[in-house]
């Protein structure tokens, strides 16, 4: 199993069949694409701009995630003054 993928399809982690998994992850990518045109006035996702993707599976709360964003932006920028 690969980390960040699901060790089970799509379609039995939603409880649906396959034509509505396909669907589903089809309308998930035109959103994604949508917000990074929105956003970021770009076509396709630039993964040179993304320092850190979080998954919050095993995370207790967003408290935690944002320890995380803390600790990745001291890394990359320092402390502030």
């Known amino acids: 199993m690969q980390p960040g993928v699901p060790d089970q399809p ?25 917000f990074f045109k929105t956003v970021y006035q770009a076509e396709e996702t630039d993964l040179e701009g993304i320092d850190l993707v979080i998954n919050r599976d095993h995370l207790k ?10 600790c990745a932006f001291e890394q990359k920028f320092g402390l502030p003054d």
């Open 61 to 70: 709360g967003a408290a935690e995630a944002a320890k995380i964003v803390a």
């Open 10 to 34: 799509v379609e039995n982690i939603l409880n649906i069949d396959t034509l509505e998994a396909k669907q589903h992850l089809d309308r998930c990518d035109r959103e994604q694409q949508k």
